[in-house]
T-cell receptor, first 114, second 116 residues
Framework: AQSVTQLDSQVPVFEEAPVELRCNYS??????LFWYVQYPNQGLQLLLK??????LVESINGFEAEFNKSQTSFHLRKPSVHISDTAEYFC????????????FGSGTRLLVRP | DADVTQTPRNRITKTGKRIMLECSQT?????MYWYRQDPGLGLRLIYY???????NKGEISDGYSVSRQAQAKFSLSLESAIPNQTALYFC???????????????FGEGSRLTVL
């Protein structure tokens, strides 16, 4: 079985500061990795994903995540956050041999303060 | 208009009442899902459907039922609502073909259900 751990339930940070949201996973088989973002009063939307190839993946709004197989981690980072980045961020995994089931972490609420 | 539409967006009901949450999509996707979101627990899969004739239980299906009326419509029912079913419910879609093949889900805006 797969599991996803997001240890930080809330991360407060000042605007323009760097941030890292941690994600660790457990799986006996190879997995694909995802970060979803949920802005207030909205559904989740895909932020970025790791399927194969380069272990560093980037989003269009400046976030990046690095797949570390040895540490079974997929931490999300941004060098300088904006107020508009305030949202809840979910890490998720999917077995490479399963085409449907995403396992989500419990989420990390990023609160960006002016 | 949203690609994945959920109704109602908010509902307050009483214990024992039957509730239906509806989802419709214009993305043309074959696969539809119902998730439940609880604070601190993330999202958990209730039911999923790969096409109109294929419906499957997720990890927390007890107390829920679903109906796939058409490719574009997938409804979730609570036959007899109880307070611990108070949660935010999300419908999602995906497509095995194209960009959906890598597992991307497209979510509705959610239906907040409160059971008193």
């Amino acid at each position: 079985a797969q599991s996803v751990t997001q240890l930080d339930s809330q991360v407060p940070v000042f605007e323009e500061a760097p941030v890292e949201l941690r994600c660790n996973y457990s799986s006996s088989v190879s997995v694909y990795l995802f970060w979803y973002v949920q802005y207030p009063n909205q559904g989740l939307q895909l932020l970025l994903k790791y399927l194969s190839g380069s272990t560093l993946v980037e989003s269009i709004n400046g976030f990046e995540a690095e797949f570390n197989k040895s540490q079974t981690s997929f931490h999300l980072r941004k060098p300088s956050v904006h107020i508009s980045d305030t949202a809840e961020y979910f890490c998720a995994v999917r077995r490479m041999d399963s085409s449907y089931k995403l396992i989500f972490g419990s989420g990390t609420r990023l609160l960006v303060r002016p | 208009d949203a690609d994945v539409t959920q109704t109602p967006r908010n509902r307050i009901t009483k214990t024992g009442k039957r509730i239906m949450l509806e989802c419709s999509q214009t993305k043309g996707h074959d696969r539809m899902y119902w998730y439940r979101q609880d604070p601190g627990l993330g999202l958990r899969l209730i039911y999923y459907s790969f096409d109109v004739k294929d419906i499957n239980k997720g990890e927390i299906s007890d107390g829920y039922s679903v109906s796939r009326q058409a490719q574009a419509k997938f409804s979730l029912s609570l036959e007899s609502a109880i307070p611990n079913q108070t949660a935010l419910y999300f419908c999602a879609t995906s497509d095995l073909k194209g960009t959906g093949a890598d597992g991307e889900l497209f979510f509705g805006e959610g239906s907040r259900l409160t059971v008193l």
